[in-house]
């Protein structure tokens, strides 16, 4: 894998899971510095958490050369219950997939899920 998770502190100064309503939440940064084809699988316990239920991005770097998203099936599951995978795509003009090995930066995610 070549993505490295940072957990971001929040204005308590706590990096990890907190409680909202009946699931927990984290805000984390994906460093994708060498993209893999099909791309960067992410699992929930990098993000100290068993179970991932939802996750939003929030941010990315480069937003001029790439496009970045949470990957979903047909029917809007994740790669698994513990797992999402990000996409880059090229703004390059011809909008394919992100090179193998390329360097896509930083996304910024929020992830909802059970500890």
Do not use: Q
Request: net charge negative; hydrophobic share 40%.
């Amino acid at each position: 894998m070549t993505v490295t998770v940072t957990l971001l502190t929040d204005h308590l100064g706590s990096n990890r899971p907190k409680v909202m309503g009946i699931e927990y939440c984290v805000d984390a940064v994906l460093d994708i510095t060498s993209y893999t084809p099909l791309g960067e699988l992410v699992d929930a316990s990098d993000l100290g958490l068993s179970t991932i239920s939802a996750v939003l991005i929030t941010g990315i770097e480069n937003g001029s050369t790439h496009a970045l998203a949470i990957d979903t099936d047909a029917d809007g599951d994740y790669a698994s219950s513990s797992t999402f995978k990000v996409l880059s795509t090229d703004l390059d003009g011809t909008n394919a997939e992100s090179t193998p090995t390329a360097n896509v930066g930083c996304v910024r995610v929020r992830v909802w899920g059970n500890l």
